[in-house]
């Protein structure tokens, strides 16, 4: 004869309700590997990271960088006098690679990279405190040993601190892989 009107509605509610609960546990474990691993939450201050990244916009970063890529943006700990940063930048180079940049454009090993960049005044191609004579123009640069050469998506002195400015990060400061922004839109 089958359930009462109630009674169906009722035996309803609570197979969605554990249907909901399911999809979410299942969609949280999917997220965080198992539980193994948390997202944290970042918010860009400044526009360096632009086009990638805007100015004001959050976005996730996952502790685990075992599977890094030439192109993922990261974040690392960067250390001056005022204190430790977390800094996201683009993971241009590992150790051992040939790295050098061209009217703006970074060439890894022989090869120009696709990565979104941009320069606002291209006139300032000189400062004081980059590492070599041009911001947009200069390498080869071959990347040492237990280190790796991270780059900010603007060219000019906007993107310090970068390795044009601080030299070769040791790959113990790398802290986080940076794969969206809070909204959804994939970062790459």
Known sequence: MGLPTAGRKSHFLKVTTWTVAAVLAAALMWITRLGTRWP?????????????????????????????????LVIFRYRDEDGVFHVLRRLAAFAGDT???????????GVP??????????????????????????????????????????????GWPDSRFIGYVSHN??????TRTLAGRRLR
């Open 40 to 72: 944290s939450v970042y918010y860009m201050t400044g526009s360096s990271m632009e086009p990638t990244v805007r100015a004001t916009e959050y976005f996730l970063a996952w502790s685990a960088t075992a599977r890094l890529s030439r192109g993922d």
């Open 173 to 178: 400061d790398i802290l986080a892989r940076v």
């Open 99 to 109: 790295v050098s940049m061209r009217a703006g454009r970074a060439v890894v090993n």
């Open 113 to 158: 990279q696709q990565w979104a960049f941009r320069i606002i005044e291209p006139e300032a191609w000189r400062s004081v405190i980059a590492r070599g004579e041009n911001l947009y123009d200069w390498g080869p640069w071959i990347v040492p040993v237990d280190s790796v050469m991270l780059l900010a998506d603007t060219r000019d002195i906007i």
